[in-house]
């Protein structure tokens, strides 16, 4: 995915952030997390093939990875900030995981997006984190939302999803999370260890891997505290691998990196036809993702759930998308598609 620690890169105050309030296309068309007011990701948990995953994360990503920078970089400063607490002995106090943490390494988790993916990767690498604290490390979960009533509602209807042992805080200064930091709203989850006030790593992940980038996250972990980087399989939590691979199997083209910029509730209409027009080309010769996004457009339209994603441009196209490719047959090559008429 994205190899971090990151290179030097301008101060986090000159970063522009653009403003986004629809999470990725993510999830199932039941709507059942808080995102659903804004008709666009759920916990993917309660029903993850409408987007062609699975729980092994094997899917493959067809689109151009993307570097991005999120929270003060190695060797970069970190200042305290207030979080608010959900969960006893913290509920509905504020505190500051770095003024908790002392001069100890502190492993802090911003989860900028609610789906199956990053609940899933935090969950496990806290409850790994957790598990060190003899050794000194501390561990703190920051929750980004811009409503503290829906993010407190949506923290304890998922707390069965959600580490143990571990301490969550809502960012008290909305999704942007703490000024001085920097966060990048296109980052899924930003991961930091910070000692004394400074940051030793920092790990921004758009699509957070367990195979990927875990692995990275570990390595850093232990290069601080000491231990051995432990195998994958023997983590907590961590969904069984498939022993091999079937030689028949095909994986499921993932389409949320070319279809979150479309649906984007604050999109202008230029850049939703300019997304668009990228990801038909994307489509012209590529069955496999015809398919998928045939199947997607039809479970939404047919659910009646398409006013819920994006702008009425972004839901033009979708139903384009569903004329054209809802009716390709599974397992079959598909004729060769008309063009798509110029928006």
Request: charged share 20%.
């Amino acid at each position: 995915m994205f190899p971090t620690p990151s290179p030097a890169k301008p101060s986090p105050k000159a970063i522009v952030m653009k403003p986004s309030t629809t999470n990725l296309l993510l999830g199932s068309i039941a709507f059942a997390s808080k995102l659903a007011l804004l008709g666009l990701a759920v916990v993917a948990v309660q029903s993850p093939s409408l987007f062609g995953q699975d729980s092994r994360n094997t899917t493959k990503s067809l689109a151009p990875e993307e570097t991005i920078y999120s929270g003060p970089q190695t060797g970069e400063a970190a200042e305290g900030f207030e979080v608010l607490g959900v969960f006893p002995p913290l509920e509905n106090q504020k505190f500051d995981f770095l003024a908790q943490a002392k001069e100890k390494p502190l492993l802090l988790i911003f989860v900028h997006d609610l789906n199956r993916q990053s609940i899933g990767f935090t969950r496990i690498l806290a409850t790994y984190a957790a598990s060190r604290q003899s050794d000194g490390l501390q561990t703190g979960i920051v929750w980004l939302d811009d409503d503290t009533t829906n993010a407190i509602a949506t923290l304890r209807r998922i707390q069965h999803a959600l580490p143990k042992e571990v301490s969550i805080g809502i960012s008290v200064d909305g999704r942007e999370g703490p000024g001085t930091y920097g966060l990048n709203r296109k980052a899924t989850l930003t991961i930091l260890l910070i000692e004394k006030n400074k940051t030793i790593a920092n790990f921004a992940l758009i699509q957070p891997s367990l195979q990927v980038d875990m692995p990275k996250v570990l390595k850093s972990i232990v290069s601080k505290i000491g231990g051995e980087v432990p195998a994958l399989e023997s983590l907590e939590g961590m969904p069984s691998m498939e022993s091999a691979p079937s030689t028949n199997r095909v994986d499921t083209p993932n389409l949320r990196p070319w279809l979150t910029p479309i649906i984007r509730r604050d999109a202008s209409e230029e850049s939703v036809t300019e997304a668009a027009t990228k990801f038909e080309a994307f489509l012209r010769d590529n069955h496999a993702a015809q398919k998928e996004i045939g199947r997607i457009t039809k479970t939404i339209i047919n659910a009646g759930k398409l006013e819920n994603y994006g702008t009425p441009k972004a839901q033009e196209f979708l139903k384009r998308w569903y004329d054209q490719y809802g009716g390709l047959p599974q397992g079959n090559q598909p004729d060769k598609q008309k063009e798509s008429p110029k928006p």
